[in-house]
């Protein structure tokens, strides 16, 4: 119900009401509101009945599922492999022999190299849609139901294989592939390709702290980021083969160590970089999946993916009115030059 005050004097033959009642100097209407036979169920109100519920036919995404470190890290095929690991070798030691000499004796020696191997692993994301789903979602809004599944489980399952990048798992039993922090955390993770880490076999480096850093819960500091690459350095990484990889919390941190100095933190020129931040002439990258309390200084030329069976769907026999599959991968994590991955942990967030 409405009122409207109204003065009779004032209207024209273009503006006259025809049809309506009134109330001494008021003109009573009723009118049709837009929620005015709207459902009155209490979980989600649908439009009105006079009205259609048209929804947008895409469907977005609300979860931040970038896997930033996965794409950046280099990828090697290994489809025609002919067992289930990595196999390669390594120089760990030089000739001991090498050397200035006097008068004209000879001593001989060789050159130490030892093989590493590491299995590939298994991930994989189950997916089932009901006979009637299927039938339902012909005329909705993705049409086919399983395809849309199957796109969106591929999402979800790189999005596990980023997080596990992360990971302390490591040993040739576990399922998960070797995680960057039990590769940096030597004197906690004593092994790695089922062999004893040590210095010796170059698994280990000289001191469990050059490659596993101590932020000490402070705020990052310049001095630990140059420790890193120091130790990176030091072990034959080239610059333009190292990247940081650390959680948003840390990168906030590292732009404020230019802002208390009142500079523009400096970007990136390297090829396939440019634009990127940079520390010292070494890309950042930001990673949802880092913890945010660490960084990582990784070389993309020793540290790699293996691909052994690339993301793949695999359609399970019929049980039941439903569509059945999987998709699965066989990839590993290995580490060509352990001692140039070097983590900052424990700093303050």
Not at 32 to 45: A, S
Not at 297 to 303: G, K, R
Request: hydrophobic content about 35%.
């Amino acid at each position: 119900m409405g009122s409207l005050k109204t003065d009779r004097s004032d209207w024209t033959s273009a503006s006259r009401f025809k049809h309506f009642s009134t109330n001494g100097r008021y003109l009573e209407c009723k009118g049709l509101g837009i929620t005015t036979n709207q459902n009155t169920d209490t979980d989600y109100l649908l439009s009105a009945a006079e009205l259609a519920d048209v929804f947008d036919p895409v469907i977005y995404n609300m979860l931040n599922q970038t896997s930033t470190t996965w794409n950046i890290l280099g990828k090697d095929d290994f489809s025609n492999k002919g067992n289930n690991q990595v196999q390669f070798t390594a120089k760990t030691t030089i000739n001991p022999t090498v050397g200035a000499y006097t008068g004209n004796a000879v001593v001989t020696g060789n050159t130490t190299r030892l093989k590493y191997q590491t299995k590939f692993k298994k991930y994989q994301v189950g997916i089932e849609v009901d006979g009637d789903m299927i039938a339902a979602a012909r005329g909705g809004p993705i049409g086919d139901v399983f395809a849309r599944e199957v796109k969106d489980s591929t999402d979800d399952l790189i999005q596990k294989m980023n997080q596990d990048l992360f990971g302390v798992k490591g040993t040739e039993a576990q399922a998960e592939v070797i995680g960057f922090e039990y590769i940096a955390n030597s004197a906690t993770y004593t092994t790695l390709y089922n062999l004893t880490r040590s210095a010796a076999n170059k698994l280990s480096p000289d001191a469990a702290a050059d490659t596993y850093i101590n932020g000490a819960s402070a705020n990052l500091s310049i001095e630990n980021l140059r420790a890193a690459a120091r130790q990176a350095h030091k072990e034959g990484a080239q610059t333009g083969n190292l990247v940081w990889i650390m959680d948003y919390v840390q990168a906030d941190k590292l732009r404020g160590i230019y802002d208390a100095t009142q500079r523009m933190m400096p970007t990136s020129s390297r090829f396939g970089f440019e634009g990127r931040p940079e520390f010292d002439g070494i890309p950042v990258f930001e990673d949802k999946d880092c913890n945010d309390d660490d960084v990582w200084l990784i070389d993309l030329e020793t540290h790699r993916i293996a691909i052994w069976v690339p993301p793949t769907l695999e359609m399970l026999g019929k049980s039941a009115d439903s569509q059945q599959g999987f998709i699965k991968t066989y990839w590993c994590t290995y580490n060509r030059a352990p001692r140039r991955l070097v983590m900052i942990y424990s700093n303050a967030t």
